[in-house]
């Protein structure tokens, strides 16, 4: 009896670590691949009524996350003749297809979750570049640059 007692013992203890292995294990690749979550920056000038340019950042998670979000820096560059001016914002982004002028557009919303004049828009125009569009999400009539690039 006391033979298949330490048996079932060992064997217990056995699976209980092999468990336990197993659980490690998977605890570690949910971690790192959370804990590795990748970020896209594209950044550029885009003209400015009454400064001399507004140097933007603009870093987002991958599209392939499960939250999208994004960090932007806004400088306004020599603002009033007081220098540079630093605007910081943060919050959640929107994929989507489509725009007045394209059906096949993929465009980038900032803040879809907030008061319009807090959302911006942008076009996905290649891999490397995005183009900054109006309110109504349309393309801004202009010869000026409108254009962040990936870094």
């Known amino acids: 009896m006391k033979q298949l007692t330490l048996v079932t013992v060992a064997l217990l203890i056995t699976i209980s670590y092999s468990c336990n292995q197993s ?3 998977s605890g570690t690749a949910n971690t ?3 804990a590795t979550e990748q970020y896209i920056t594209y950044s550029g000038t885009l003209p400015c009524a009454d400064c001399s ?3 933007t950042k603009l870093t987002i998670t991958s599209p392939d996350s499960i939250v999208h979000h994004f960090k932007m820096t806004e400088t306004y560059q020599g603002l009033n003749n007081k220098g540079d001016q630093d605007f910081n914002s943060e919050g959640i ?3 989507t297809k489509g725009s007045v002028n394209d059906p096949n557009a993929i465009i ?3 803040n879809p979750d907030k008061d319009k004049n807090l959302q911006r828009y942008y076009q996905k125009i290649s ?5 900054m569009l ?3 999400q349309k393309a801004i009539p202009s010869n000026l ?3 962040l690039k990936k870094q």
């Open 145 to 147: 640059n409108y254009s």
């Open 53 to 55: 340019g507004i140097l």
């Open 134 to 136: 109006d309110m109504d």
């Open 108 to 110: 980038i919303t900032l």
């Open 127 to 131: 891999e490397d570049e995005l183009r």
């Open 93 to 95: 982004y929107l994929i």
């Open 32 to 34: 790192t691949e959370t």
């Open 23 to 25: 659980a490690k294990k």
